[in-house]
């Protein structure tokens, strides 16, 4: 399998952010809408590697996964550019069972999905709200977290059972009499992880939800396959909430990274496998469109 970097156990979080999101906040910074996904089986680390966040003996924040680090890199580069204003806003939704739930107002649930005349996709009814410090993020990602979906399984004690995106919008203009905004949004997308039944012992309700996630991933799977095919006309986005929702990420005005985590352990060497298949056709996809793909594999034991 060939991916654009393959970082070991021994990689740090700042060696995965400077790999797979630095250059794609300075593309939103520029206008584009950016998306980073991370994507593997449960237990691989993909929360931990977009959400985690540590504390110190005073109780302030220390960005270490890539969403406070990228909301960090935002606000810094904002602070050094003396010749625009910025106005930076955040949503935070998860996708479960095929509803959309917004994280931070939890009973605004089952939400549709709209588009705009000129074709753009967006989710109606969300809560979005104007942040002004990297503490008012990390704030946020806290509330959210407390409304996602999590569940014991055998195969993870602290499973996701959704797929959930935090939202980034940065508007951009020139101070003064201008009317000119450059706008661009920021996708971080942590998707529930694949599971087998046999393995994760699921039953009931558990059940119900990885055959949920499972459809779902299946169909972002099918939807990659039909953007690397110069041959298919159609692309079935519309078969889930979550590839609806990542239309313009999969082929559209915005640049994207798949971080692809994988489980170093032979007992997982079919779901590592079938990972590293996905990973490899998101480059084909990304060779055959536009250039905006890359694909990551993140090791960690």
Known sequence: FKFDAVLPPSATQADVYNVSAQAVIQDVLDGYNGTIMAYGQTGAGKTYTLSDMVFDDVGSFHSTGIIPRSAADIYIRAERDKDHEYRISMSYIQIYMEMIQDLLRPENSNLSIRETEAGGI?????????????????????????????????LNAHSSRSHTIAMLTVEKKAPGISEKVLVGKLFLVDLAGSERLKKSGSEGLRASEAMSVNMSLTA??????????????????????????????????????????IAPCSEYLQETLSSLQFGARVSVAMLKTIAIYKAFCFVRR
């Open 122 to 154: 967006f989710v109606a009814g969300i809560e979005e709200v104007q942040v002004k410090s990297i503490e008012d993020v990390m704030k946020l990602l806290m509330i959210g977290d407390r409304n996602r979906r999590f569940a014991f399984t055998r």
């Open 220 to 261: 972002l799977g099918k939807c990659i396959s039909a953007r690397a095919d110069p041959s298919v006309l159609h692309v079935p986005f519309r078969d889930s909430k979550l590839t609806r929702l990542l239309q313009e990420s999969l082929g559209g005005n915005a640049k994207t990274s798949l971080i692809v985590n």
